[in-house]
């Protein structure tokens, strides 16, 4: 419902489920410090893996209790693009994508002003992730 608070975040993490079926990803990457961004994209139930990144050790711990979320800790964040770099280098550094793999981000731009999810961004992992 477009009167709700989070309708854009709804619609940006329904739909990044559904492009990542589509394009057969191999995982939904996605910072949150809420975790609302988490709860709403396991709730799709997409096949891709859903990681996400919270500077927040209470979600951390939170988060294991979700289906299908992997956390990780991460404080250090850009600007968008260079977060998103980060992210996929950390996840291809320990072998959970790999080069060729199409990834779905979620993020909230600018990602300073530590918005609510309403962005996707699709990427293709290469030798320089």
Known sequence: MPASPTF???A????A???SENVQAAAILGLTVSGYTAFMLASHRPKSNIFIFT???KMLNMFSLIWGVRAFFYDHPHNTEETMTTVRRFLKGRNY???GDIVVHTA???LSE???TNAIKLATINGAD
């Open 114 to 116: 530590g918005g609510r």
């Open 55 to 57: 500077s927040s050790l």
């Open 8 to 10: 854009i975040s709804d």
């Open 108 to 110: 909230s731009i600018p």
């Open 12 to 15: 940006v993490c329904y739909n």
């Open 97 to 99: 994508i790999k080069s």
């Open 17 to 19: 489920c559904k492009i």
